[in-house]
């Protein structure tokens, strides 16, 4: 069996996105692909090596089968550390050694087409810009700025998911050509500066999960990258992760997250790196947060982030729907980050959706709300309980058994581990996106960061899109006026002049300007 040990949360990603999942044909289909990587010379240039690299990142930890076809003999060069690079990531991998009419599938960086009897999906950059193509090469550029390579191999991997589930996918199809610029996310827009030196100016990066690997991942690209860098993330790397952290090996399990964004940010030896291995609230040095980057699960966090008063800040998501980035400040008409957030009609509750995934409505006041309050431990007679109520074997569970409650169902709920045991018969009221949503929010992310940093924050409000459509036609970017209803902090005088004190006395300039 090449699947990985992970795999339940894959399923998980999937069964969210594809209508009549069954788990079995699921696992059977996938069993049955080989999917090529195939790479020319102009793969050897670093933005061909970036694109390669995050391509085996998102396709080792999702397809059990994989064969690198290098065109060349200089592209020959690579494939041991290729190799190394999808073993380390999912230890059960099958890399083949078959001949061409083996593969199902083949992805293509360069401007070679090679011979083979599949469906082949063409990728490649040119600085900022990505591009795609179903019907011939695209080529690599030379420039020594990754951000375009990095959201080609998402899109690549969106499309190559696209063909394969395409019959369950409604309204999915291959986009037949893509030239898609991180620049400005202009449709067919060509805009690609050089990347020049950048300083970042005491930046916090909050959260350093699937989005928050991507980002660190096109950062640790960015060529004499400078200043002040500050990661934080209270957590530490677990198996479900490795579903789609695509910085995250398996040897990388129980390490904390901030020490895996280190190991790729030291590389950046002109960039000051600080790491809190805590919830960014319990940071002493909180309120004093001037620029934050935003890559965090819940719209609660994203209010209380604003709630600090930064003097702006840059935020990420992904959602059923779509994924995308969004600058902000407080004062003027445009909308602030609690604004995106604020609640529309009645929204559940944590506890309540909590207790629904494990089968304890009826014991949501007494037992699951006061558990996640206190963060009390589950002991093995509740444990007992859950696994009756969710009728699974009590033995999978063991492992939760003296951790929080929620540990128990960012596991076994969101982890994919009671998806897995009922074999997908128990819908999972979760989102977990699939690895190259979370990538491609991540780089953009990360794009954003590095263009206000050169000044050359945007006029948009919010940028997004939806990998499972075409691209780049279901791009869209808004400017956002503030809540209508007048419910948000950035409409409320006292916060108003907290924030006015705050910042009006300093003297603006560079990555510091509002």
């Not at 788990?23 to 933005?47: M, P, R, Y």
């Not at 041991?80 to 991998?93: D, F, P, T, Y």
Request: glycine residues 10%; contains cysteine; charged residues 20%.
């Amino acid at each position: 069996m090449a699947l990985a040990k992970y795999f339940g949360r894959a399923a998980t990603a999937a069964s969210q996105l594809l209508q009549g999942f069954d788990a079995k044909d699921f696992e059977g289909l996938l069993n049955n692909l080989v999917i090529g990587i195939a790479f020319d010379q102009e793969a050897c240039s670093t933005e061909g090596k970036a694109a390669l690299d995050l391509l085996i990142r998102l396709v080792a930890r999702f397809y059990p089968t994989i064969c690198l076809v290098p065109l060349g003999n200089e592209p020959r060069k690579l494939t041991k550390g290729l190799s190394s690079l999808a073993r380390s990531i999912n230890e059960s991998i099958t890399i083949a050694r078959r001949g061409s009419s083996a593969l199902s599938h083949c992805l293509v960086i360069g401007s070679t087409s090679p011979e083979v009897p599949c469906p082949k999906f063409f990728l490649g950059s040119d600085g900022w810009i990505a591009k795609f193509s179903a019907e011939r090469p695209v080529g690599t550029g030379s420039s020594n700025n990754a951000f375009g390579a990095g959201a080609a191999a998402c899109i690549a991997a969106s499309n190559l998911f696209r063909h394969i589930f395409r019959d369950q996918i409604t309204g999915a199809s291959v986009d037949k050509a893509v030239t898609f610029s991180l620049f400005d996310y202009a449709p067919g827009s060509r805009v690609n500066p050089p990347l020049s030196d950048t300083v970042l100016n005491d930046l916090f990066l909050l959260g350093l999960g699937a989005i928050g690997n991507g980002a660190v991942w096109a950062l640790s690209r960015v060529p004499h990258l400078q200043g002040h860098l500050q990661v934080v993330d209270g957590e530490q790397v677990d198996q479900g992760n490795l579903q789609r952290y695509v910085l995250a090996l398996e040897r990388d399990i129980g390490q904390s997250k901030v020490k895996l964004a280190w190991r790729y940010l030291k590389t950046q030896r002109d960039l000051t790196v600080d790491g809190h291995s805590a919830r960014w609230q319990t940071l002493p040095i909180v309120s004093s947060m001037q620029h934050v980057a935003i890559a965090l699960d819940t719209a609660a966090d994203r209010i209380a982030v604003q709630g600090t008063l930064p003097r702006w800040t840059i935020n990420s998501w992904t959602q059923r729907g779509d994924l995308g980035v969004s600058h902000h400040g407080f004062e003027g008409e445009m909308a602030c980050l609690a604004c995106l957030y604020m609640p529309h009609g009645a929204v559940p509750d944590e506890d309540q959706v909590i207790a629904e995934a494990l089968g304890l409505e009826d014991r949501k006041v007494d037992i699951v709300r006061p558990m996640l309050h206190n963060g009390a431990p589950v002991s093995g007679e509740l444990m007992r309980d859950i696994a009756s109520r969710l009728t699974v074997p009590v033995e999978s569970l063991l492992q939760f058994v003296d951790q929080p409650l929620r540990n128990l169902y960012q596991g076994a709920i969101c982890g994919g581990v009671v998806f897995e045991l009922t074999a997908g018969s128990k819908p999972v009221r979760v989102e977990v996106p699939m690895a190259f949503q979370s990538a491609m929010a991540g780089i953009m992310l990360a794009g954003e960061i590095i263009k206000r940093a050169t000044g050359n924050a945007p006029d948009w409000t919010t940028a997004k899109l939806n990998l499972l459509r075409n691209i780049p036609s279901d791009v869209v970017t808004e400017r956002r006026k503030k809540d209508r209803l007048g419910r948000c902090i950035c409409q409320d005088e006292d916060y108003l002049d907290v924030y006015r004190a705050k910042y009006h006395a300093l003297e603006g300039g560079g990555f510091g300007k509002t």
